[in-house]
């Protein structure tokens, strides 16, 4: 099993130690994220979980799954379609159901070459891209989940793989919104959970992004406003990227306004 598969094991295991507990009623509570419910998290992260299973190993499915799903998604209604694809299924019964998706994952992913490839909404991908960015997914809707609660989240170092995402994902931003990417790629400078220090790009005093990895990885998978961490941004291009940085797939999306997520 390679390390990717093992951190996105461990990062789904911590949000399900913090969910075991909860009564039915607090699945229906809403979060800071758009509104959505608990629930609605769980059966987000459960039907595209199941979804990269199917892409690996049953790509037929997986193409009739994306029939069913794209009419939905180009009309905003990704929730509508997740709630009708498990047929209503919520608090503890959902709970159990996401959980046995995330072990049919690892056991599936686990033994694949990392570098072989499998096919996606868009263009394919490497197997461990393709787990990594369920790894940014379980971390990034963990965060509205950890807030609602009013629980600060203890991150670990396998939350670099959301920060090189980040990284790799500078020009996607800019090409995303149909802007000339920049010819030079900002440094980063981030302080890891494990107070390591994690160096990105070629050091230099014009675009500079310093400062605790986890609020990096919050400013590009847009869980949090740059305004509303303690980052250190230097220079115009960094500052114009923190502003709209997005690590995932799909339409440009704007980052939270300020003020309007935190731990409550």
Same mark, same amino acid.
């Given at each position: 099993?390679? @390390?990717?598969? +093992?951190?996105?094991?461990?990062?789904?295991?911590?949000?399900?130690?913090? #969910?075991?507990?909860?009564?039915?009623?607090?699945?229906? %509570?809403?979060? @800071?994220?758009?509104?959505?419910?608990?629930?609605?998290?769980?059966?987000?992260?459960?039907?595209?979980?199941?979804?990269?299973?199917?892409?690996?190993?049953?790509?037929?499915?997986?193409?009739?799954? #994306?029939?069913?799903?794209?009419?939905?998604?180009?009309?905003? @209604? #990704?929730?509508?379609?997740?709630?009708?694809?498990?047929?209503?299924?919520?608090? %503890?019964?959902?709970?159990?159901?996401?959980?046995?998706?995330?072990?049919?994952?690892?056991?599936?992913?686990?033994?694949?070459?990392?570098?072989?490839?499998?096919?996606?909404?868009?263009?394919?991908?490497?197997?461990?891209?393709?787990?990594?960015? %369920?790894?940014?997914?379980?971390?990034?809707?963990?965060?509205?989940?950890?807030?609602?609660?009013?629980?600060?989240?203890?991150?670990?170092? %396998?939350?670099?793989?959301?920060?090189?995402?980040?990284?790799?994902?500078?020009?996607?931003?800019?090409?995303? &919104?149909?802007?000339?990417?920049?010819?030079?790629?900002?440094?980063?400078? #981030? &302080?890891?959970?494990?107070?390591?220090?994690?160096?990105?790009?070629?050091?230099?005093?014009?675009?500079?992004?310093?400062?605790?990895?986890?609020?990096?990885?919050?400013?590009?998978?847009?869980?949090?406003? +740059?305004?509303?961490?303690?980052?250190?941004?230097?220079?115009? +291009?960094?500052?114009?990227?923190?502003?709209?940085? @997005?690590?995932?797939?799909?339409?440009?999306?704007?980052?939270?306004?300020?003020?309007?997520?935190?731990?409550?």
């Amino acid at each position: 099993m390679f @390390q990717q598969v +093992i951190d996105f094991h461990d990062e789904s295991e911590a949000l399900f130690q913090l #969910l075991e507990s909860l009564s039915d009623d607090d699945f229906e %509570r809403c979060t @800071q994220f758009k509104n959505w419910t608990i629930n609605n998290i769980l059966r987000h992260l459960h039907v595209w979980n199941r979804a990269a299973t199917m892409a690996l190993v049953e790509p037929a499915e997986f193409q009739a799954f #994306l029939t069913q799903a794209v009419p939905y998604i180009m009309k905003t @209604q #990704l929730s509508d379609f997740e709630h009708r694809y498990l047929s209503g299924s919520q608090a %503890r019964e959902l709970l159990g159901t996401w959980n046995q998706g995330v072990t049919d994952l690892c056991e599936y992913y686990g033994p694949v070459e990392p570098k072989s490839r499998v096919v996606w909404a868009g263009p394919d991908m490497s197997v461990r891209s393709s787990v990594t960015a %369920r790894l940014m997914e379980t971390w990034a809707h963990g965060q509205a989940i950890y807030d609602l609660l009013g629980i600060v989240r203890v991150d670990e170092d %396998r939350i670099r793989n959301i920060a090189v995402l980040g990284v790799n994902t500078f020009g996607w931003t800019y090409k995303n &919104r149909g802007m000339d990417i920049p010819p030079k790629v900002p440094y980063l400078s #981030l &302080r890891a959970p494990s107070g390591d220090t994690w160096e990105f790009n070629e050091p230099q005093l014009e675009n500079v992004v310093r400062g605790s990895a986890t609020e990096f990885c919050q400013v590009v998978t847009q869980t949090r406003n +740059i305004a509303d961490t303690s980052l250190d941004v230097l220079g115009v +291009i960094a500052t114009e990227w923190m502003s709209m940085a @997005q690590c995932f797939a799909g339409p440009p999306m704007d980052p939270p306004t300020t003020g309007t997520r935190f731990t409550a």
